[in-house]
């Protein structure tokens, strides 16, 4: 969803998630050695990376971590007997090397599974599925819906540092000198709503989520589509991240996370962030597809 050199960031200490134990924005201190899925079932304790997207991973008003990717991610250790989740925020650009790092064990932020990231860490079955928008000025006076639109008609269109939609807007032909590079949602809105851009792109989740926490921001979300890069449609499906060699902690994960899926639990879980039925990946989705793609 930065390149550049991950900091350790703002940390303060948040309220537990209620009835799951204690989930705060700590400091990042090593994760330690040894194998990740026994010494957490021993600790009954795990580390979470998130990147403060909503409505992916963030902080509420209140202070506690939640979002779809934090609270999936809890319903599924609980059935490994993992009962509290601690969580860190860093750049979302900086989520995998802090991971690698061993600062956290596991990335919980709503990322896409790409083949570059796959070459950098271990992603999950596929948890979620999106299609891409645009958030536009009230009216969409200039009628876009599609990036291939925005670089049609000269438009500037603002992404989230490190996220896909870049790539997205570079294959559609946006010019890099129109394409701006953010680093949080609400610098994405501010600059729709200034006129620095005509549009912001991110997932149809992302948009329609943070206009309905902006009402009176003058903005709305176009209709979702499939982007495409390189010419082929690209199917957005997003995971939760690993480091390589912890296979044994993805599988017990991908096992839970299959169950929350068959059984009706994600939905539950998922629908208050925006998430609908329509966001369950297709069973014939996989990881290895999406890492290959």
Request: with cysteine; glycine share 10%; net charge neutral.
């Amino acid at each position: 969803m930065a390149h550049g050199e991950w900091t350790r960031r703002d940390l303060l200490r948040w309220s537990a998630f209620a009835g799951v134990g204690i989930v705060g924005l700590s400091a990042c201190q090593s994760t330690g050695s040894g194998d990740t899925l026994t010494r957490a079932q021993g600790s009954r304790t795990i580390k979470i990376g998130i990147a403060n997207e909503a409505p992916y991973g963030f902080a509420d008003s209140s202070g506690n971590v939640t979002g779809e990717a934090p609270n999936v991610a809890r319903a599924a250790f609980q059935g490994m007997g993992i009962t509290t989740v601690q969580a860190s925020v860093v750049p979302f650009d900086q989520l995998i090397p802090a991971l690698n790092a061993q600062q956290f064990d596991v990335v919980a932020a709503g990322m896409n599974i790409t083949p570059a990231r796959c070459r950098a860490a271990l992603f999950s079955n596929p948890d979620y599925s999106a299609l891409t928008a645009l958030l536009v000025p009230v009216g969409n006076p200039q009628n876009v819906a599609t990036l291939q639109d925005v670089a049609a008609k000269g438009l500037t269109v603002t992404v989230l540092s490190a996220a896909v939609e870049k790539g997205y807007a570079e294959s559609a032909g946006v010019p890099d000198s129109n394409i701006v590079v953010l680093d949080t949602q609400d610098n994405m809105l501010r600059a729709v709503t200034t006129g620095r851009v005509y549009c912001a792109a991110l997932t149809d989740i992302s948009l329609k989520w943070l206009a309905q926490q902006n009402p009176g921001a003058g903005v709305q979300v176009t209709p979702g589509y499939t982007p495409t890069q390189n010419g082929q449609p690209v199917t957005s499906a997003g995971g939760f991240v690993f480091r390589q060699g912890d296979t044994s902690l993805q599988q017990a994960f991908n096992t839970q996370l299959a169950t929350l899926h068959n059984n009706g639990q994600w939905l539950t879980i998922a629908s208050p962030f925006g998430f609908t039925a329509a966001n369950l990946p297709n069973p014939s989705l996989t990881t290895a597809q999406l890492c290959a793609a």
